[in-house]
């Protein structure tokens, strides 16, 4: 459509989304919609994962542009040794506004995730066990919904530190926040614990802090988007659901933050990096701030990824 065209034209353009449609092999589809709402501005919107497609919507005069970006992520991805292929992106349907924000409900239901946790979109209703905790959360502009294997490989992790007697943590760190799920979740396994969530993105930090309002722990979820080198304090619980090559840079920053005795949950990781990464973060070369295996978690879910649980001597 002409940028010249009248007004009314482009304003019933503004108000139509047409879908990008990603393919992907199923077992990478959760990881490529994480991957693509890092570094397309448009996923950032929202995506779905539909039977190995990752699909999310854009305004028609901008798809051009997007699936360019779209594209030019997956030649990074492929060049990583991922299976995807860039002159597989395309096009799909034209919807009205209505029709798009209708979307999400046909692929977005009420989800268990672990024992306790479940999640529940704003336009579903359940019945939780006394003994669930309902996370009330929608798709939204910060990736994060809990359906990514790498989300709840951590939430499972966390649901075991429960279930095994775990004294409520002083303070949690959650490093790369996204939706704020796990500091939720953090927030409502220990209702007496405060957690320190940072994200690099300006937009994760607005939908964490209105999502812990919507779950009534805002009062105790400190959220911003201070640098990891910048922050201070030590606690006894660190989650950091971040892809492994920049784990590795901040390798040496988030074990400072880990206070003696610590516990540190590192997800966002393919199985196939698991164990070198492991062996970094335990390597000698961290010096006192060195960690030991715990246990390494391989998805039921996709066993492509895996999350591993560390711990901190004296």
């Given at each position: 459509m002409?940028?010249n065209?009248?007004?009314?034209?482009?304003?019933?353009?503004?108000?139509e989304?047409i879908?990008?449609?990603?393919?992907?092999?199923?077992v990478?589809?959760?990881?490529l919609?994480?991957e693509?709402?890092?570094?397309v501005?448009?996923a950032?919107?929202g995506v779905?994962v539909?039977?190995g497609?990752?699909v999310?919507?854009v305004?028609?005069?901008?798809?051009e542009t997007?699936l360019?970006?779209?594209?030019?992520?997956?030649?990074?991805?492929?060049?990583?040794?991922?299976?995807?292929?860039p002159?597989k992106?395309?096009?799909?349907?034209?919807?009205?506004?209505?029709?798009?924000?209708?979307?999400?409900?046909k692929?977005?239901?009420?989800?268990?995730?672990?024992?306790q946790i479940?999640?529940?979109?704003s336009?579903?209703?359940?019945?939780?066990?006394?003994t669930d905790i309902?996370?009330h959360l929608?798709?939204g502009?910060?990736f994060?919904?809990g359906?990514?294997a790498?989300t709840?490989l951590?939430?499972?992790?966390?649901?075991d530190?429960?279930?095994?007697g775990?004294?409520p943590p002083?303070?949690?760190f959650d490093?790369?926040t996204?939706?704020?799920?796990?500091?939720?979740?953090a927030a409502k396994?220990?209702p007496?614990t405060r957690?320190?969530?940072t994200?690099?993105?300006?937009?994760?930090?607005?939908?964490?802090r209105?999502?812990?309002d919507?779950?009534?722990?805002?009062?105790?979820?400190?959220?911003?988007t201070?640098?990891l080198a910048d922050?201070?304090?030590?606690?006894p619980?660190v989650?950091a659901?971040?892809?492994?090559?920049i784990?590795?840079?901040l390798?040496?920053?988030?074990?400072?933050?880990?206070?003696?005795k610590g516990?540190?949950l590192?997800?966002?990781?393919l199985?196939?990096q698991?164990r070198?990464?492991v062996?970094?973060?335990?390597?000698e070369?961290?010096?006192?701030?060195?960690?030991?295996?715990?246990?390494?978690?391989?998805?039921?879910?996709n066993a492509?990824?895996?999350?591993?649980?560390?711990?901190r001597g004296?």
């Amino acid at each position: 459509m002409s940028a010249n065209t009248n007004r009314g034209t482009v304003s019933e353009a503004e108000q139509e989304w047409i879908e990008v449609v990603v393919p992907a092999k199923v077992v990478l589809a959760d990881g490529l919609a994480a991957e693509l709402v890092r570094a397309v501005e448009a996923a950032r919107g929202g995506v779905q994962v539909r039977k190995g497609n990752v699909v999310f919507w854009v305004h028609p005069p901008a798809l051009e542009t997007t699936l360019e970006e779209v594209r030019s992520c997956l030649r990074g991805l492929a060049e990583q040794g991922w299976l995807v292929d860039p002159g597989k992106v395309r096009a799909g349907n034209l919807a009205p506004e209505e029709d798009w924000r209708d979307a999400w409900k046909k692929f977005f239901h009420t989800t268990r995730l672990t024992r306790q946790i479940l999640v529940v979109p704003s336009w579903e209703s359940c019945e939780p066990l006394a003994t669930d905790i309902p996370i009330h959360l929608d798709p939204g502009q910060a990736f994060g919904t809990g359906a990514h294997a790498s989300t709840q490989l951590v939430l499972e992790t966390m649901q075991d530190l429960v279930d095994g007697g775990l004294l409520p943590p002083e303070t949690v760190f959650d490093l790369g926040t996204g939706s704020g799920i796990l500091a939720i979740a953090a927030a409502k396994y220990w209702p007496s614990t405060r957690i320190v969530a940072t994200d690099i993105d300006p937009l994760s930090i607005k939908a964490t802090r209105e999502n812990a309002d919507n779950n009534g722990v805002g009062d105790r979820i400190e959220v911003s988007t201070t640098d990891l080198a910048d922050v201070t304090p030590r606690f006894p619980l660190v989650l950091a659901n971040i892809q492994a090559h920049i784990l590795r840079g901040l390798r040496d920053d988030l074990l400072k933050r880990l206070a003696p005795k610590g516990t540190l949950l590192l997800s966002g990781i393919l199985t196939a990096q698991i164990r070198p990464l492991v062996d970094f973060f335990c390597d000698e070369s961290a010096g006192e701030n060195a960690v030991e295996l715990v246990a390494i978690r391989e998805s039921k879910l996709n066993a492509e990824w895996s999350s591993a649980h560390l711990r901190r001597g004296s």
